[in-house]
């Protein structure tokens, strides 16, 4: 099968699959592109298999290289040089002739104006040649000839513009056209001579363009009729083209007839643009450019040129404005306007095989068409909307068919919109022509109804081809419409209409959901219906009570609430399931609405309690009457807060002002938990994530109402923090005991600051707090904390909230002042004493931890004690430093024996630091006796260190005091006898020569310390 009939089976194929709509015209379009792509590929192929090529040869595929970087030669920086230098003195001339210009032009004569502007012709030729000729610029060259020649024709109407040759030969005077006959006269060769020479495009189309202006002004200047002027450009268009024919081949004319086939086009512009300045008829222009648009027709058929259609299209639309505005034609002109894209409709309809033709054709015809309805539109609004109504109507459903037929065929969603939309605008046009008939409600019941009309007829009973593409699109902008005017009648207090409205709409919401196929459109008709329906029986209340009165307004929230619910009991019943649902969530979201409005209602000083009990009812029968766990959940939830807003509701009512609304909070909070004991474990869990957030809330209300110590606050905060840690401990939730725990913590503040309590009163109160907290804490729970493995990680599950919260007590304790020493170093007894009884609550290497922070705490006493003691000052500082010291030797020695290394490092640290403190002491105070006691320390040190093999305590101990004595008797240095230098001097030097003796006995051997002895010594030393 050859390549011919296989690509004939291929497109009969395809275009059978589009007939029968398979395949959309994209998808034709795209796979008969992709097909012809195939075709040539594979022709390619076979005729590379087809050709001479021997083994070796190798399809070598271009690399891409960068382009390399242009580097100047010397010649070329030179003319770059000459050129800016002629650049120059150019701007300097023309400089001097703008000065010229504008401060003397008005003294010369016209002789002379005319002269100095071909003076500047001349200059640019001049220099044109000289940068050829002498300086070998060619570019340059080239640029000041173009200028030069541009300055021709300037002269010429400078002659006319002057009068020169008089007012015949002026460009006012009848003999207009002879002086531009005489121009291109003058200008023609040069441009001739110019596109020869330089073999350059731009000269070319100057001359051809020349020479079709002096023929245009060589006809005008007989001045004949418009037709028989357009007749003679015709004619000359006819010469172009013979003139091509018969002498393209010639190669002296080559670069004039390569360049005319394009410029025929261009000159039918050049033509029109000639009618328009010689004889001002708009309707014969406006022939013409129809005209102009058909030849542009012509050449896309007859030379493929497929781009012209754009051209076409809009010279044909504006030939017809043209036309129609300026004729009889334009009491009719918004018809024909909209008729305008009927136009190219036609064109596409009658075209059998361009398939990208007929594209192009679809979308001048939507665009012309959007064009005509601004146009239409503008103009409307301009001279008003009187007896043209009937016609701007006609013109608005021409434009909606003229879409309704690209939506068909093109299947484009901007054409489905704008259809809908287009009949929308002309159902407004036709409430114009019908206004009068209304003597209430207006535009938006009359636009509702057709949004309804259209939403029925287009989009639920819309089974026809044509129709079926602006389906959804329909639907879409009925609903926009109906959204638009249900505001507009808001808006202008319609309520009466709006009711029946958003009536109307919800079951409009309620076909969509049934009739809809799309997963989105169904969602929003099932809940938009209940919406619109509540907000229809708000809006009729406007209607019932003109004037708004907070009470009834909150029955009538009750009342929508209610016919809510009955709706959802009817649609469950039906067993339609979706639809009781959303009633069923719109009808509670309602009722929130209303307990809210209650709610401000009763901040507002307007109380009606039976509406709270009516609402509590209603959370009560939702609650039986759902399945689903999430509403059983929030209907338990809505009943229990409705139930602590009635009691509050009914305490202010019957003006109960004893009873605080802290109280109530605790009372609701303690019915619940009594509930909670009697219901089974199902409803225990649904009740636990309600009770326990309330409980703490309470506890949260009765913190923010106990600002200071009242007797009444305080008891109803405590009751309420135990009760919360009661019901976090009937439920097994033991982490967030932190949070009823912090709030007693800010209790017992406020108690203990108190000014009615004694030091002594409040040192008890806490003592007795701190021990009953921490035996609770231990008995509620063996452990400081409990930990589980999940996923190979351990994670708490407790924490025994109650002994932190005796540590923070006793915290609190200690900003207590006591005059009494043992009132006062209780509470630093009591850490210590806290941390201790934790040790066996632990167990691992937490432990250690745990006993570690016990030690140290016990320096917190003491350290306490040396600050209410009074120490002597020569032994204060020997008294904090020694403590750490003992501490150290009593955790490497117990606690942390087996991590020597770790501990040598801690030794270290706090000997140097001991030792630097010391010595500080001693420099400071410059007592001998502070030395002395100094020294005792170092020779403790050094033998402890000795005896025990401790580095750390032998060297630190023989430098700091080395370093002491050093401190010590610095001042007797200078008191030494003469002698006692002589003594040391002449010691040294009997050391260096028994030295050198005994070098020379070993035979010039140094004598050796045998220091593997001492270091292995000392190796055994920790």
Same mark, same amino acid.
């Given at each position: 099968?050859?390549?011919?009939?296989?690509?004939?089976?291929?497109?009969?194929?395809?275009?059978?699959?589009?007939?029968?709509?398979?395949?959309?015209?994209?998808?034709?379009?795209?796979?008969?592109?992709?097909?012809?792509?195939?075709?040539?590929?594979?022709?390619?192929?076979?005729?590379?298999?087809?050709?001479?090529?021997?083994?070796?040869?190798?399809?070598?595929?271009?690399?891409?290289?960068?382009?390399?970087?242009?580097?100047?030669?010397?010649?070329?920086?030179?003319?770059?040089?000459?050129?800016?230098?002629?650049?120059?003195?150019?701007?300097?001339?023309?400089?001097?002739?703008?000065?010229?210009?504008?401060?003397?032009?008005?003294?010369?004569?016209?002789?002379?104006?005319?002269?100095?502007?071909?003076?500047?012709?001349?200059?640019?030729?001049?220099?044109?040649?000289?940068?050829?000729?002498?300086?070998?610029?060619?570019?340059?060259?080239?640029?000041?000839?173009?200028?030069?020649?541009?300055?021709?024709?300037?002269?010429?109407?400078?002659?006319?513009?002057?009068?020169?040759?008089?007012?015949?030969?002026?460009?006012?005077?009848?003999?207009?056209?002879?002086?531009?006959?005489?121009?291109?006269?003058?200008?023609?060769?040069?441009?001739?001579?110019?596109?020869?020479?330089?073999?350059?495009?731009?000269?070319?189309?100057?001359?051809?363009?020349?020479?079709?202006?002096?023929?245009?002004?060589?006809?005008?200047?007989?001045?004949?009729?418009?037709?028989?002027?357009?007749?003679?450009?015709?004619?000359?268009?006819?010469?172009?083209?013979?003139?091509?024919?018969?002498?393209?081949?010639?190669?002296?004319?080559?670069?004039?007839?390569?360049?005319?086939?394009?410029?025929?086009?261009?000159?039918?512009?050049?033509?029109?643009?000639?009618?328009?300045?010689?004889?001002?008829?708009?309707?014969?222009?406006?022939?013409?450019?129809?005209?102009?648009?058909?030849?542009?027709?012509?050449?896309?058929?007859?030379?493929?040129?497929?781009?012209?259609?754009?051209?076409?299209?809009?010279?044909?639309?504006?030939?017809?404005?043209?036309?129609?505005?300026?004729?009889?034609?334009?009491?009719?002109?918004?018809?024909?306007?909209?008729?305008?894209?009927?136009?190219?409709?036609?064109?596409?309809?009658?075209?059998?095989?361009?398939?990208?033709?007929?594209?192009?054709?679809?979308?001048?015809?939507?665009?012309?068409?959007?064009?005509?309805?601004?146009?239409?539109?503008?103009?409307?609004?301009?001279?008003?909307?009187?007896?043209?109504?009937?016609?701007?109507?006609?013109?608005?459903?021409?434009?909606?068919?003229?879409?309704?037929?690209?939506?068909?065929?093109?299947?484009?969603?901007?054409?489905?919109?704008?259809?809908?939309?287009?009949?929308?605008?002309?159902?407004?046009?036709?409430?114009?022509?019908?206004?009068?008939?209304?003597?209430?409600?207006?535009?938006?019941?009359?636009?509702?109804?057709?949004?309804?009309?259209?939403?029925?007829?287009?989009?639920?009973?819309?089974?026809?081809?044509?129709?079926?593409?602006?389906?959804?699109?329909?639907?879409?902008?009925?609903?926009?419409?109906?959204?638009?005017?249900?505001?507009?009648?808001?808006?202008?207090?319609?309520?009466?209409?709006?009711?029946?409205?958003?009536?109307?709409?919800?079951?409009?919401?309620?076909?969509?959901?049934?009739?809809?196929?799309?997963?989105?459109?169904?969602?929003?008709?099932?809940?938009?219906?209940?919406?619109?329906?509540?907000?229809?029986?708000?809006?009729?209340?406007?209607?019932?009570?003109?004037?708004?009165?907070?009470?009834?307004?909150?029955?009538?929230?009750?009342?929508?609430?209610?016919?809510?619910?009955?709706?959802?009991?009817?649609?469950?019943?039906?067993?339609?399931?979706?639809?009781?649902?959303?009633?069923?969530?719109?009808?509670?979201?309602?009722?929130?609405?209303?307990?809210?409005?209650?709610?401000?209602?009763?901040?507002?000083?307007?109380?009606?309690?039976?509406?709270?009990?009516?609402?509590?009812?209603?959370?009560?029968?939702?609650?039986?009457?759902?399945?689903?766990?999430?509403?059983?959940?929030?209907?338990?939830?809505?009943?229990?807060?409705?139930?602590?807003?009635?009691?509050?509701?009914?305490?202010?009512?019957?003006?109960?002002?004893?009873?605080?609304?802290?109280?109530?909070?605790?009372?609701?909070?303690?019915?619940?938990?009594?509930?909670?004991? #009697?219901?089974?474990?199902?409803?225990?869990?649904?009740?636990?994530?309600?009770?326990?957030?309330?409980?703490?809330?309470?506890?949260?209300?009765?913190?923010?109402?106990?600002?200071?110590?009242?007797?009444?606050?305080?008891?109803?905060?405590?009751?309420?923090?135990?009760?919360?840690?009661?019901?976090?401990?009937?439920?097994?939730?033991?982490?967030?005991?932190?949070?009823?725990?912090?709030?007693?913590?800010?209790?017992?503040?406020?108690?203990?600051?108190?000014?009615?309590?004694?030091?002594?009163?409040?040192?008890?109160?806490?003592?007795?707090?701190?021990?009953?907290?921490?035996?609770?804490?231990?008995?509620? #729970?063996?452990?400081?904390?409990?930990?589980?493995?999940?996923?190979?990680?351990?994670?708490?599950?407790?924490?025994?909230?109650?002994?932190?919260?005796?540590?923070?007590?006793?915290?609190?304790?200690?900003?207590?002042? #006591?005059?009494?020493?043992?009132?006062?170093?209780?509470?630093?007894?009591?850490?210590?004493?806290?941390?201790?009884?934790?040790?066996?609550?632990?167990?691992?290497?937490?432990?250690?931890?745990?006993?570690?922070?016990?030690?140290?705490?016990?320096?917190?006493?003491?350290?306490?004690?040396?600050?209410?003691?009074?120490?002597?000052?020569?032994?204060?500082?020997?008294?904090?430093?020694?403590?750490?010291?003992?501490?150290?030797?009593?955790?490497?020695?117990?606690?942390?024996?087996?991590?020597?290394?770790?501990?040598?490092?801690?030794?270290?640290?706090?000997?140097?630091?001991?030792?630097?403190?010391?010595?500080?002491?001693?420099?400071?105070?410059?007592?001998?006796?502070?030395?002395?006691?100094?020294?005792?320390?170092?020779?403790?040190?050094?033998?402890?260190?000795?005896?025990?093999?401790?580095?750390?305590?032998?060297?630190?101990?023989?430098?700091?005091?080395?370093?002491?004595?050093?401190?010590?008797?610095?001042?007797?240095?200078?008191?030494?006898?003469?002698?006692?230098?002589?003594?040391?001097?002449?010691?040294?030097?009997?050391?260096?020569?028994?030295?050198?003796?005994?070098?020379?006995?070993?035979?010039?051997?140094?004598?050796?310390?045998?220091?593997?002895?001492?270091?292995?010594?000392?190796?055994?030393?920790?």
């Amino acid at each position: 099968m050859d390549n011919r009939t296989r690509k004939k089976i291929f497109e009969e194929e395809l275009g059978a699959l589009k007939q029968k709509e398979y395949i959309t015209h994209d998808e034709y379009s795209i796979i008969a592109n992709a097909y012809e792509i195939y075709s040539a590929d594979r022709q390619l192929a076979v005729q590379k298999l087809q050709g001479i090529q021997t083994p070796s040869e190798k399809i070598i595929k271009p690399v891409y290289q960068p382009k390399p970087k242009k580097v100047l030669s010397a010649q070329d920086i030179r003319d770059r040089n000459i050129t800016w230098i002629l650049i120059v003195g150019v701007i300097m001339v023309l400089l001097s002739g703008v000065i010229i210009a504008t401060s003397a032009w008005d003294n010369l004569n016209n002789m002379t104006k005319t002269i100095g502007i071909s003076l500047v012709a001349v200059l640019f030729f001049a220099i044109s040649w000289l940068t050829e000729n002498k300086l070998k610029i060619e570019k340059t060259a080239f640029a000041f000839w173009i200028l030069g020649s541009l300055f021709l024709p300037v002269t010429v109407l400078s002659i006319g513009y002057f009068q020169l040759f008089g007012t015949y030969l002026s460009i006012t005077g009848e003999g207009k056209y002879l002086l531009g006959v005489f121009a291109v006269i003058l200008c023609f060769p040069v441009y001739v001579y110019s596109a020869h020479r330089y073999q350059n495009k731009l000269f070319t189309w100057i001359s051809l363009t020349t020479l079709s202006l002096g023929i245009g002004f060589a006809i005008a200047s007989f001045y004949p009729p418009v037709d028989v002027f357009y007749l003679g450009m015709i004619v000359y268009n006819c010469l172009l083209l013979a003139g091509y024919m018969y002498l393209k081949k010639n190669q002296r004319f080559k670069l004039f007839f390569e360049e005319l086939p394009l410029f025929t086009q261009v000159n039918l512009i050049v033509s029109t643009l000639l009618m328009l300045s010689f004889y001002k008829s708009p309707v014969f222009y406006g022939f013409n450019i129809l005209l102009t648009a058909v030849l542009y027709m012509l050449m896309v058929y007859s030379q493929g040129k497929k781009e012209y259609v754009y051209v076409f299209g809009g010279l044909l639309v504006y030939g017809i404005y043209q036309v129609v505005e300026n004729s009889i034609l334009q009491s009719f002109n918004f018809l024909i306007f909209a008729l305008a894209g009927f136009i190219f409709i036609g064109l596409e309809k009658y075209l059998k095989n361009d398939d990208s033709l007929k594209k192009i054709y679809q979308i001048l015809s939507g665009v012309v068409s959007l064009i005509a309805f601004l146009y239409i539109s503008a103009e409307a609004m301009m001279i008003g909307m009187g007896s043209s109504s009937v016609i701007l109507l006609i013109s608005y459903l021409l434009i909606a068919l003229n879409y309704i037929y690209l939506a068909y065929k093109t299947e484009r969603i901007i054409f489905s919109y704008l259809a809908p939309v287009f009949l929308m605008v002309a159902g407004f046009q036709s409430y114009q022509l019908m206004k009068n008939f209304y003597s209430f409600f207006g535009v938006p019941i009359h636009m509702f109804t057709l949004a309804v009309a259209m939403f029925l007829g287009l989009y639920v009973f819309n089974k026809h081809k044509y129709l079926i593409p602006i389906r959804f699109s329909s639907l879409l902008v009925s609903i926009t419409v109906m959204f638009m005017t249900m505001l507009l009648a808001f808006v202008d207090s319609q309520f009466s209409l709006l009711t029946v409205m958003l009536l109307i709409f919800g079951i409009v919401c309620w076909v969509v959901h049934k009739k809809s196929d799309h997963p989105d459109l169904q969602f929003i008709g099932k809940w938009s219906m209940p919406v619109a329906w509540f907000l229809g029986i708000l809006s009729y209340y406007s209607v019932v009570y003109p004037d708004f009165h907070e009470s009834h307004y909150s029955i009538w929230l009750i009342l929508a609430t209610v016919i809510l619910l009955g709706v959802h009991e009817i649609f469950r019943r039906k067993s339609q399931t979706e639809l009781a649902e959303s009633f069923f969530y719109v009808g509670h979201g309602a009722l929130v609405y209303t307990v809210g409005n209650l709610i401000l209602a009763l901040s507002m000083g307007i109380n009606q309690p039976i509406l709270f009990i009516a609402c509590l009812f209603v959370y009560i029968y939702s609650m039986y009457r759902t399945t689903m766990e999430s509403m059983v959940k929030y209907s338990l939830y809505g009943a229990f807060t409705m139930f602590t807003i009635t009691l509050l509701a009914f305490i202010e009512y019957w003006n109960l002002s004893s009873i605080h609304y802290t109280q109530v909070l605790l009372f609701a909070s303690a019915g619940i938990f009594l509930l909670w004991y #009697q219901v089974s474990d199902s409803w225990r869990k649904r009740i636990m994530f309600y009770l326990i957030p309330f409980s703490l809330i309470t506890v949260l209300f009765t913190m923010i109402e106990t600002t200071y110590f009242d007797v009444e606050n305080v008891i109803t905060s405590v009751l309420a923090i135990i009760l919360s840690l009661w019901i976090i401990k009937a439920c097994n939730r033991p982490l967030i005991n932190i949070l009823p725990l912090a709030a007693f913590i800010y209790i017992m503040d406020i108690t203990v600051n108190d000014a009615m309590f004694q030091s002594y009163e409040k040192a008890f109160i806490l003592l007795g707090t701190i021990f009953i907290v921490k035996i609770v804490g231990e008995k509620l #729970q063996k452990h400081l904390y409990n930990t589980s493995t999940k996923k190979d990680y351990e994670i708490i599950d407790s924490i025994d909230w109650y002994t932190l919260t005796a540590f923070v007590l006793t915290i609190q304790m200690m900003f207590i002042y #006591q005059a009494n020493l043992f009132l006062a170093v209780i509470p630093y007894l009591l850490i210590p004493y806290l941390l201790f009884s934790q040790i066996k609550r632990v167990d691992g290497a937490v432990t250690k931890i745990v006993q570690t922070i016990t030690v140290v705490s016990i320096l917190l006493p003491y350290y306490y004690l040396l600050y209410r003691l009074d120490v002597p000052r020569i032994i204060e500082t020997e008294l904090i430093v020694l403590p750490w010291i003992l501490l150290v030797i009593v955790l490497s020695t117990r606690l942390w024996s087996s991590q020597q290394a770790l501990m040598k490092k801690l030794e270290y640290g706090v000997l140097v630091a001991a030792a630097i403190f010391l010595l500080n002491d001693t420099l400071i105070q410059n007592n001998p006796l502070e030395g002395i006691i100094l020294g005792i320390l170092c020779l403790i040190s050094i033998i402890g260190g000795f005896y025990k093999r401790k580095k750390s305590f032998f060297f630190i101990g023989i430098g700091t005091l080395g370093v002491n004595v050093l401190i010590n008797t610095r001042e007797y240095w200078g008191n030494l006898p003469w002698w006692a230098y002589l003594l040391a001097a002449g010691l040294i030097l009997i050391v260096v020569a028994s030295l050198n003796e005994i070098e020379k006995n070993n035979g010039g051997k140094k004598p050796k310390i045998n220091k593997e002895v001492i270091i292995e010594k000392f190796k055994s030393w920790q």
